[in-house]
């Protein structure tokens, strides 16, 4: 009886620990995580993406409703094409890289949760914050857990990977990026795509 | 002196709209980076390098239309030189 009672209590012990969340670090050392942004005014497209993504997200592949997790893009590493542009982009007349380094979105809620093998599809709520405005906006995710998939993306690694894909719109007047000027030449609206892996070293 | 600006005028524009439609006749801005995409094998991630490549745009064009129109602009102001060895005398 004692020896089922503890065979009883390693197993419980031993699935709460697999089904345990565990953090997935986004600070990319190949430097694939980017997040692309466009712009497409009447008069001017304007397509650009930054590399300067961290982060860390909490996630249970037995919960993955359950996640939660904040992403930081370093406003500095937003780039374009063209070096005007680039530096009329970073000026503090637009998104004042220096005043407001980090642009952020930090997840309240997960709904209309949908898994499917390692991959989950859900709309998460959470607080988006750029030029020192925050927002609350909702954003449709897909979410792939690799299991043990980490070794091939870093050599001598052991650990699972997060990936996280993202497309959503935001308005630039809704955090008071000149709002309702210049909107021929660039567009109030603009499309975001996030696209970054997360590693959990083992 | 006025033939010679006229001359660099003509091969500004001829060249800068050579060299601008060699290299993709690019009809935005000029740009001095161009994205890269790379692909993740692990993960299958696309991600963007960015390379060091000078693209000239429309404003490349302009900077050379205006350039040849300073230049024959120029042209109008400058002297021609006399061969009439009459005019010379009276100097």
């Known amino acids: ?202 | 002196m006025k033939r010679a600006l006229r001359i660099i005028a003509g091969v500004l524009i001829i060249g800068a709209t050579a060299f601008w439609a060699a290299t993709g006749a690019n009809r935005g801005w000029t740009k001095t980076h161009v994205p890269k995409k790379i692909t993740d094998e692990a993960t299958g991630l696309e991600g963007i390098q960015w390379q060091e490549k000078f693209v000239p745009g429309v404003d490349f064009l302009g900077a050379a239309l205006l350039g040849a129109g300073v230049l024959t602009g120029l042209s109008f102001l400058s002297r021609a030189k006399s061969n009439n060895p009459a005019i010379k005398t009276e100097q």
């Open chain 1, 1 to 202: 009886m004692k020896t089922k009672f503890t065979l009883l209590a390693f197993i419980a012990l031993a699935g709460a620990a697999l089904a345990a969340p565990q953090t997935f670090d986004f600070k990319d050392p190949k430097g694939i995580n980017n997040a692309g942004f466009k712009l497409d005014a009447p008069l001017e497209a304007i397509n650009g993406s930054a590399s300067g993504i961290s982060g860390a997200v909490t996630f249970d592949p037995g919960i993955p409703g359950a996640t939660k997790g904040k992403i930081i893009v370093a406003t500095a590493s937003l780039m374009l094409p063209n070096p005007m542009q680039k530096q009329h982009m970073l000026s503090d007349k637009w998104l004042d890289a220096a005043k407001y380094p980090e642009i952020s979105f930090e997840s309240k809620e997960f709904k209309k949760v949908q898994t499917a093998g390692d991959t989950t599809t859900a709309d998460v709520t959470g607080t988006f914050i750029l030029k020192g405005v925050s927002k609350e906006i909702t954003v449709p995710v897909k979410l792939t857990y690799m299991k043990d998939k980490l070794g091939q993306r870093v050599p001598d690694q052991k650990g699972d990977l997060l990936v996280i894909r993202a497309s959503f719109t935001i308005k630039r007047g809704d955090f008071n990026i000149n709002p309702g000027q210049f909107e021929d030449k660039v567009s109030d609206a603009i499309e975001i795509t996030l696209s970054i892996a997360g590693a959990s070293p083992k």
